[in-house]
T-cell receptor, first 116, second 115 residues
Framework: SQTIHQWPATLVQPVGSPLSLECTVE??????LYWYRQAAGRGLQLLFY??????ISSEVPQNLSASRPQDRQFILSSKKLLLSDSGFYLC???????????????FGEGSRLTVL | AQSVTQLGSHVSVSEGALVLLRCNYS??????LFWYVQYPNQGLQLLLK??????LVKGINGFEAEFKKSETSFHLTKPSAHMSDAAEYFC?????????????FGKGTRLSVIA
């Protein structure tokens, strides 16, 4: 069966420090990968998605970036964190839509980032 | 472009009462529709989905939803609320045959269950 792992679960960082959140998927190949963010009291905001190694689509311009160095690895980074980067970050994967796949997302457990 | 509207950011029900969470979608082509649940400090978990076929879809934890094309709705219901149902619920839509287009989520509805 497929599993998704996301770490760290909790992170407290000072303003201006770098960030690296990592996500890996097991039990499937060539998944679509996604990073979402939830700010307090707000819904889900899609940040990045990737349909293959090295292919990243950015949905929102900001000081975050994403990379996909391997097929089942997705990394969210920042060189200098802002206070507004605080939130709950969720990684997700899906199989490409096709005759047997309906595109639903499978989420990791999330990473809570607090920027002070 | 497809979109989802969830009516009511917060719904409160008594334990044992009917749960009704509303979701309306906008899509120019047949949609796939989903409901997810999120418990505090956790990721989202798929409750149920509609793709094709039967319009009444049953999910986990006693929830069900009915796809009504004429009303462009996909409301989530449960006959009797339990304390453990307290969570955030998200409706989502994807356009059929849209390739790799990500799901579009509603803003969520927080369900509170009162003892």
């Amino acid at each position: 069966s497929q599993t998704i792992h996301q770490w760290p679960a909790t992170l407290v960082q000072p303003v201006g420090s770098p960030l690296s959140l990592e996500c890996t998927v097991e039990g499937t190949s060539n998944p679509n990968l996604y990073w979402y963010r939830q700010a307090a009291g707000r819904g889900l905001q899609l940040l990045f998605y990737s349909v293959g190694i090295g292919q990243i689509s950015s949905e929102v311009p900001q000081n975050l970036s994403a990379s996909r160095p391997q097929d089942r690895q997705f990394i969210l980074s920042s060189k200098k964190l802002l206070l507004s980067d605080s939130g709950f970050y969720l990684c997700a994967w899906s199989a490409p839509i096709g005759p047997k796949n309906t595109g639903e997302l499978f989420f990791g457990e999330g990473s809570r980032l607090t920027v002070l | 472009a497809q979109s989802v509207t969830q009516l009511g950011s917060h719904v409160s029900v008594s334990e044992g009462a009917l749960v009704l969470l509303r979701c309306n979608y906008s899509s120019s082509v047949p949609p796939y529709l989903f409901w997810y649940v999120q418990y505090p400090n956790q990721g989202l978990q798929l409750l149920l989905k509609y793709t094709t076929g039967a319009t009444l879809v049953k999910g986990i934890n006693g929830f069900e939803a009915e796809f009504k094309k004429s009303e462009t709705s996909f409301h989530l219901t449960k006959p009797s609320a339990h304390m453990s149902d307290a969570a955030e619920y998200f409706c989502a839509v994807i356009r059929w045959n849209s390739g790799n287009t990500p799901l579009v989520f509603g803003k969520g509805t927080r369900l509170s269950v009162i003892a």
